[in-house]
């Protein structure tokens, strides 16, 4: 799958630089990866603000009535 890529300017430690290329780390991909990460967290955390009165509305349906199929648990 290719993907579009665009070229950015970003600036980072000098020194946390100059050790990442001494082991050979491709830094485009390595902040790519990060930011990757940190875009992932922050959908988290969007979603979880979003749907937080749904949640708090089943947890409390489960608190009151108990899980809707518990006779079927095995344990």
Do not use: C, Y
């Amino acid at each position: 799958m290719s993907v579009a890529r665009k070229a950015t300017n970003v600036t980072l430690d000098s020194s946390l630089i100059t050790e990442a290329k001494a082991h050979g780390i491709n830094i485009s991909r390595a902040a790519e990866s990060g930011l990757r990460a940190a875009v992932k967290a922050a959908r988290t955390r969007d979603w979880q603000r979003d749907n937080a009165k749904a949640i708090a509305s089943t947890n409390d349906w489960v608190t009151q009535n108990g899980l809707p199929l518990a006779k079927h648990r095995p344990f």
